[in-house]
């Protein structure tokens, strides 16, 4: 181990040092640029990528449901989220949680929302709760420590 302190760098020095935010190799590799074995590999791919797709749209068409799957995935995404009509009750006291997620589950019953629709709508009813809950015990602290509640 080396028990000598570095040496001091005098103003002469210190002055050939970069500045905060100033690159230390301003003529380096530009921004966006690619490292060479990436673009080997990306020229490699795109020189087999019409074979693999005429292999995967083949074997789609011989019935193989994988490849039907990749296939069908890439041509159709899954929707993201949609907007559906569905009105919630106002939900301003905790007490109001309970009809709306009876609401919401007689809008998934009626077919009105998916399943996977009301999950979400449930969710936000519960970020609603929570809001709720910690503003109210809030109010409550504040009454404990004897100062007006806003």
Known sequence: MNDN???????????????????????????????????ALDAIGADGAAEVMQAVVGAAKAGDMRAADILLRRLWPEGRGRPVPFTLPTMRAAADIVPALAAV??????????????????????????????????????????????
């Open 105 to 150: 589950a007689d809008a998934v019953a009626a077919g009105d929302l998916s399943p996977e629709e009301g999950h979400a709508v449930a969710g936000i009813v519960e970020v609603q709760r929570r809001a709720i809950e910690t503003a109210d015990l809030e109010r409550r602290l504040s009454a404990l420590e004897g100062r007006d509640a806003p």
């Open 5 to 39: 302190p570095p040496p001091e760098t005098t103003e002469a020095e210190q002055a050939g040092r970069w500045q905060p935010g100033q690159s230390g190799n301003p003529a380096g590799r530009p921004r966006g640029s690619r490292h060479a074995a990436l673009l």
